[in-house]
């Protein structure tokens, strides 16, 4: 069981905080002081190597975010390691780039089963604690493409427009409680997952680059500052809200 002390500090599970975004969210939500718990398919060792050379609390178990038995295993642990979660992140999410005529149900479902369906598997397992408590933050990732629209994401797209309607739905029955609902909506960032996949292959960083405010790709390190606003104290009357953070491609 929980001690005094780390049931005192706050609390974050970061989903698919193995690599990439997520990690750098993990890591950022240590500096910030708190317990991080990571969740991913794959085992999470250079996360919490980095997050205990920052002096940081960690702990990590695998976890299919999609699979409604694995992630209530995963929150049981979390719950009776440190007896309370007061943030969730929710990062973990595919983007495959396929045209819909090659998009057959299979594809489709799996998408929405890791991208969307997993949000609701997370909440319920996660939300009781912060009503309880009167005090959370729940931050999912959209994506920029809701607005831009590209080409060969249909069901991404369509995946994180249901985030986007979830997080603005359910901030609306949860504000009394003290739980703020927010969703970041990332452009194209240079990850282990973006590098060795089709994002690369057809030069897509070096497009949008010349596109964006901003003139080069992003890296975890830009969205881990806004991870850090919205799960403190400071945000406490921003909800329902999907930050863009693309480097201004999105500009309207």
């Known amino acids: 069981m929980a001690s005094?002390?780390?049931?005192?500090?706050?609390?974050?599970?970061?989903?698919?905080g193995a690599a990439g975004i997520g990690q750098g969210y993990a890591l950022q939500l240590a500096r910030d002081g708190h317990i991080v718990a990571v969740a991913d398919l794959g085992p999470a060792d250079e996360t919490e190597k980095?997050?205990?050379?920052?002096?940081?609390?960690?702990?990590?178990?695998?976890?299919?975010?999609a699979d409604a038995d694995s992630v209530a295993q995963f929150a049981a642990a979390v719950t009776d390691r440190f007896g309370h979660v007061d943030i969730l992140v929710h990062n973990a999410g595919i983007y495959p780039i396929v045209p819909f005529a090659q998009t057959d149900w299979a594809t489709w479902r799996r998408i929405m089963d890791v991208n969307l369906d997993s949000l609701f598997h997370l909440t319920k397992a996660f939300l009781p604690g912060m009503e309880?408590?009167?005090?959370?933050?729940?931050?999912?990732?959209?994506?920029?493409?809701?607005?831009s629209g590209p080409a060969g994401m249909v069901a991404y797209t369509a995946s994180k427009g249901g985030v986007i309607g979830f997080v603005r739905t359910l901030a609306a029955e949860v504000g009394e409680h003290g739980i703020t609902v927010n969703?970041?909506?990332?452009?194209?960032?240079?990850?282990?997952?973006?590098?060795?996949?089709?994002?690369?292959?057809?030069?897509?960083?070096?497009t949008l680059a010349t596109m964006q405010a901003i003139k080069r790709a992003g890296v975890?390190?830009?969205?881990?500052?806004?991870?850090?606003?919205?799960?403190?104290?400071?945000a406490a009357f921003m909800t329902g809200q999907t930050l863009v953070?693309?480097?201004?491609f999105a500009r309207a």
């Open 132 to 147: 309880q408590k009167g005090w959370g933050r729940i931050v999912v990732m959209a994506s920029a493409t809701f607005h």
């Open 50 to 65: 980095l997050i205990r050379e920052a002096d940081g609390e960690v702990f990590s178990a695998r976890c299919d975010v």
């Open 183 to 206: 969703a970041i909506a990332p452009g194209l960032v240079r990850t282990p997952g973006t590098l060795s996949g089709p994002q690369q292959e057809l030069g897509l960083f070096d």
């Open 4 to 16: 005094e002390t780390e049931r005192a500090k706050r609390v974050a599970v970061v989903t698919g």
């Open 220 to 234: 975890p390190e830009d969205l881990a500052g806004t991870v850090s606003f919205l799960t403190s104290d400071a």
């Open 245 to 248: 953070v693309d480097g201004g």
